[in-house]
């Protein structure tokens, strides 16, 4: 695909302001079609879905309900919403294929929430597409470089 690196890190900078911004119907549509969301088990970034339990494994009809239900006051982990800040830096391209892109970035994700700080890094993976003319993700892997999800326990906010 003929896409440069600006281009690249525009769009993962839209992304990482739309998480910030709480527009999840909108970071959901950044999915092509076929997208999947997924956070693999701290320490084991290429373990199988299958035999493995993964923090999150999305695919594009989970990770749009995902998102929306994290809007809903139901979703009592996260209502009211939490304050965040996604980082996204050291953006390489791993590799530009005719019809698709691996790009790797490294992030980190400041989350605060009654007057808790938490926050995540580590490398996101993602397989980008051209959709009806539009880049989309069609794969986003989410490898965390922490030791363990101490002292917040679980991920309940996108990453």
Request: proline share 3%; hydrophobic share 35%; charged share 35%.
């Amino acid at each position: 695909m003929n896409i440069t690196r600006q281009e690249i890190e525009d769009f993962l900078y839209h992304e990482a302001e739309l998480l910030d911004d709480w527009k999840m119907k909108e970071w959901a549509a950044l999915f092509s079609s076929k997208g999947t969301y997924e956070i693999p088990p701290i320490g084991n970034p290429d373990a199988d879905f299958k035999k493995s339990l993964f923090l999150v494994h999305d695919d594009r009809d989970r990770l749009e309900q995902r998102a929306l239900r994290l809007l809903k006051k139901e979703a009592h982990v996260e209502y009211p919403h939490s304050t965040t800040l996604h980082n996204v830096n050291n953006v390489r391209i791993v590799s530009n294929e005719e019809d698709e892109v691996k790009v790797k970035c490294n992030f980190a994700t400041y989350r605060t929430k009654r007057e808790t700080l938490d926050c995540y890094v580590g490398v996101n993976e993602y397989t980008l597409v051209k959709e009806n003319g539009e880049l989309k993700i069609q794969d986003k892997k989410v490898v965390l470089k922490l030791d363990s999800l101490r002292p917040h326990g679980k991920v309940s906010i996108i990453l």
